[in-house]
């Protein structure tokens, strides 16, 4: 058998054959194994149009891009509060602007694409450069900016006055005032921190009329690229080019143990497969995988979707049946060169996203398979190739089941010790794994698997986690051992540990806030550490983590006695004391994530409520403490000089893509939607007529008003409706 490549272009570098591509295209001679694929690449080749806009009589190729153009038409008459027809980034960059929904150059870096209305004061543009960005800018179009005559390229909209008034100003005495809006009308992107670093291309495009600009990308999208921090398709197409690298390398060398210059190796790499006929792969593996430590994997992945495919538990969600084809594609989509390319792309373009596997550490060959498993179907599903994507799905289900039959996911954990916690790393990479599917399930998956995962799969992972104890999740004080006294693989199981269940309760809190589920998990019982900074996290030996805390976490830090719970109810409390401020402070982006999460589920309480009276001062207190916390944090945390941030992210490289902060750098904007809700709490009325009220009827929800709900539209209505926001 014959491995699938993973481009038409690789095979051509390669000279490798790959499954039959027997649809050929009569111009360009490309083949297609699909004949739906070579109907839409024929439409490249003709200048036919029968896709016709009957508003403004365009005409189009594709019945998508016609259907696009249908939401944004208003007949070829501009109008005020109508869109325009370049997006905001195409104007503010002066590029020619495709006016798709996204523009073809947003949707080649992967970022949002927006469209601000018409009107007299859009930037400092004229009205006609709005309409047509074509057309060449004059000498009198544009007024002389400082900003831009100094080289500096400001978000469209903020000008150099908007950051001067900003500087100018105390930022708690613009936000007490209200001022910060008149002065500053994009204020919000102005408090991605840190502060030094205001100027950046994702926060660009986002709108001065609606500051939670994540939030409201993450509820109107689907899939993990659209929605989170995946990276620019360009970053990620240069991901996949030094994967692809590494295996040209092994092979041309004919060194598969040989270091390669990308720092993407994730192991040796075997030479690529022959071609061996179909029967050689019946009852045993291609020759030249007997080389690969990986291969081992791909066997025991491959007997254990067989199981599940075979025998089906009852209401079981996995729907294929076993034969030899499917032996043969699950061989070629798990084989060892898959695997190492699709954790490959996990580490470098979804890891920053959810951090909680130790990569310095993490070993695909001794790890679980399951996990193995997972982690590489995250991999091909934000792949930048369409092929990975495509495969992907088919696997979720299967990869799912294997993981929530797992015997350490389902068996009975002893009581741990401080000092045997290391002997877990099993049930902890399986709770890691059932993580993973929960996301690519909720994000990837079909409604059908999205309640699953949101009323069932997820239930079990809390219940699991609850076995093993949150309160165990507790580092020792490496800061008081001497260097030969420190355990680096104790420390990485015991952070491992921490950071998977704060995220099984951020995932816990993403399910309240978006689909309107009650929580399962509560602050109370959340005893344990917070995650410890990223450059302790990310230090690849022992000596450097070791020096690492020394230097962010000597002895005497607050860190030591900081629990999860304790951070949370010092944030409820009247004020904070100056030394509590810059404590909570210095715990980083996840931690203040998980924090301003946490309100939610707060609030979450209060509205479910059923008294007439509800003392929200606790609610308000943490929504001002936390607010103080992030200002503090947002001015010192500068790259080069915050342990939380390692890499700067104007010059990411594949090999130090995995060090990125991913979306919780956008936790101030959990914050600005928990500060609305709460001003939207309400005290309902009192009954009429009697007790208990006509049956069926009682005020609504003044928030949300549909619990458990699968898609994410009233939330999305709730965050773009916004359109002024009182502090």
């Not at 994702?202 to 609606?210: E, R, Y």
């Not at 060959?365 to 995250?378: G, H, I, N, R, Y």
């Not at 900081?562 to 109810?569: D, N, P, Q």
Request: charged content about 20%; hydrophobic content about 35%; proline content about 6%.
């Amino acid at each position: 058998m014959s491995l699938e490549l993973s481009s038409p272009e690789t095979e051509e570098i390669l000279g490798a054959q790959s499954a039959p591509r027997k649809f050929q295209c009569p111009t360009c001679s490309r083949r297609y194994k699909r004949r739906e694929h070579l109907s839409r690449h024929a439409t490249s080749h003709t200048a036919e149009r029968a896709h016709r806009c009957n508003s403004c009589n365009g005409a189009f190729q594709r019945a998508d891009v016609l259907k696009r153009h249908v939401r944004t038409c208003n007949g070829g008459t501009p109008r005020s509060g109508a869109r325009r027809r370049a997006c905001d980034r195409c104007v503010r960059q002066k590029k020619a602007c495709s006016s798709h929904d996204p523009c073809q150059g947003c949707a080649k870096r992967g970022i949002l694409c927006y469209y601000s209305p018409v009107s007299d004061n859009v930037g400092n543009l004229d009205q006609t450069q709005i309409l047509d960005p074509t057309r060449p800018v004059k000498d009198g179009d544009r007024k002389e900016d400082p900003a831009s005559s100094a080289g500096i390229t400001l978000p469209f909209g903020i000008t150099s006055e908007d950051l001067q008034a900003f500087a100018a100003s105390s930022l708690d005495d613009l936000l007490n005032s209200g001022a910060l809006e008149q002065a500053t009308p994009n204020w919000p992107q102005l408090l991605d921190p840190p502060l030094g670093r205001v100027i950046r291309e994702d926060l660009s495009v986002a709108s001065s009329n609606h500051p939670l600009y994540f939030l409201g990308r993450i509820t109107s999208n689907t899939g993990l690229v659209l929605s989170f921090e995946c990276g620019t398709q360009d970053q990620r197409e240069q991901i996949a080019s030094a994967l692809q690298f590494e295996s040209l390398h092994a092979v041309n060398a004919n060194m598969p143990d040989q270091p390669v210059p990308s720092g993407l190796s994730l192991g040796p790499v075997p030479p690529l497969l022959d071609n061996i006929s179909d029967s050689s792969t019946e009852n045993c593996f291609p020759m030249n995988w007997l080389s690969d430590p990986l291969s081992l994997k791909t066997h025991d992945i491959l007997l254990l979707i067989q199981e599940v495919v075979t025998i089906k538990p009852r209401n079981s969600a996995v729907t294929l049946d076993w034969s030899a084809a499917l032996k043969n594609a699950c061989l070629q989509f798990f084989s060892p060169s898959n695997l190492r390319r699709f954790l490959g792309m996990y580490w470098a373009i979804w890891h920053p996203n959810v951090n909680f596997v130790h990569r310095p550490t993490f070993d695909p060959v001794s790890a679980k398979p399951a996990l193995v498993a997972a982690m590489a179907l995250m991999g091909a599903c934000v792949s930048p190739e369409l092929p990975d994507n495509e495969d992907a799905r088919m696997w979720l289900n299967c990869v799912e089941e294997i993981v929530f039959i797992d015997d350490d996911f389902n068996s009975d954990l002893p009581n741990s010790s401080s000092g045997s916690l290391a002997i877990h790393r099993r049930k902890i990479q399986i709770l890691q794994a059932a993580f993973v599917v929960c996301l690519f399930q909720t994000w990837e998956g079909t409604d059908s698997s999205k309640g699953r995962i949101r009323r069932y799969r997820f239930a079990t992972l809390v219940s699991t986690a609850r076995d093993i104890g949150i309160a165990t999740a507790t580092h020792l004080n490496y800061a008081e051992l001497a260097r030969h006294e420190f355990e680096w693989k104790e420390f990485a199981v015991r952070e491992e540990l921490i950071r998977v269940f704060t995220w099984i309760f951020l995932l816990d809190t993403a399910f309240v806030i978006f689909n309107n589920l009650p929580p399962r998990l509560v602050i109370k019982e959340m005893k344990m550490h917070m995650a410890s900074p990223e450059a302790c996290f990310q230090a690849p030996t022992a000596d450097q983590c070791h020096n690492q805390i020394l230097l962010h976490l000597p002895a005497g830090s607050c860190y030591w006695d900081i629990s999860f719970r304790g951070a949370f109810e010092s944030l409820s409390k009247n004020s904070l004391y100056p030394d509590t401020c810059q404590a909570l402070a210095d715990l980083g982006y996840l931690n203040l994530f998980a924090l301003t999460s946490a309100i939610h589920s707060q609030i979450f309480q209060y509205r479910s409520s059923v008294s007439t009276w509800q003392n929200l001062t606790p609610v308000r207190n943490t929504l001002s403490n936390w607010r103080s916390v992030w200002q503090l944090f947002s001015s010192t945390s500068f790259f080069g000089i915050s342990p939380h941030i390692t890499v700067d992210d104007q010059h990411l490289r594949p090999d130090n893509m995995w060090r990125r902060i991913g979306f919780s750098r956008f936790c101030h904007e959990y914050w600005l939607l928990a500060n609305l809700m709460a001003e939207r709490l309400i005290i309902p009325g009192p009954l009429q007529g009697n007790d208990y009220g006509p049956l069926g009827e009682g005020p609504l929800d003044p928030i949300l008003n549909k619990y458990d709900q699968t898609s994410m539209r009233q939330v999305n209505e709730l965050i773009m409706g916004l359109q002024t926001f009182q502090l």
